[in-house]
Nanobody, 122 residues
Framework: QVQLVESGGGLVQAGGSLRLSCAAS????????MGWFRQAPGKERDIVAA????????YYVDSVKGRFTISRDNGKNTVYLQMNSLKPEDTAVYYC???????????????WGQGTQVTVST
């Protein structure tokens, strides 16, 4: 199994920035694709960004393109989500996930973090 521990969420004003981190256990972190998902009140859990095993390819949902950046440091067993120019509609619980393959679907991921709250005020 892989354990994922998220950090970096909090309260920020619109236009501000946050960096989320997700630290993974195990020696096989580099064998997993990683994704960031978010779930706002009353909405489904949706993909935010994903990154392949080596970091060679990334995906972003249209609403965050140009503002968010996913990256990974396999030497530190950590994946990051840099969030800039935050908007109130970015408010959600953010989850990191690990899976064998990079995917836009939450159902293709095997391991999940506990989630971290991001709140963006007007």
């Amino acid at each position: 199994q892989v354990q994922l521990v998220e950090s970096g969420g909090g309260l920020v004003q619109a236009g501000g920035s946050l960096r989320l981190s997700c630290a993974a256990s195990g020696r096989t972190f580099s064998s997993y694709a990683m994704g960031w998902f978010r779930q706002a009140p009353g909405k489904e859990r949706d993909i935010v960004a994903a990154i392949t095993r080596t970091g060679g390819s990334t995906y972003y949902v249209d609403s965050v393109k140009g503002r968010f950046t996913i990256s990974r440091d396999n030497g530190k067993n950590t994946v990051y989500l840099q969030m800039n120019s935050l908007k109130p509609e970015d408010t959600a619980v953010y989850y990191c996930a690990a899976g064998r393959y990079s995917s836009r679907s939450q159902y293709e991921y095997d391991y999940w973090g506990q989630g971290t709250q991001v709140t963006v005020s007007t």
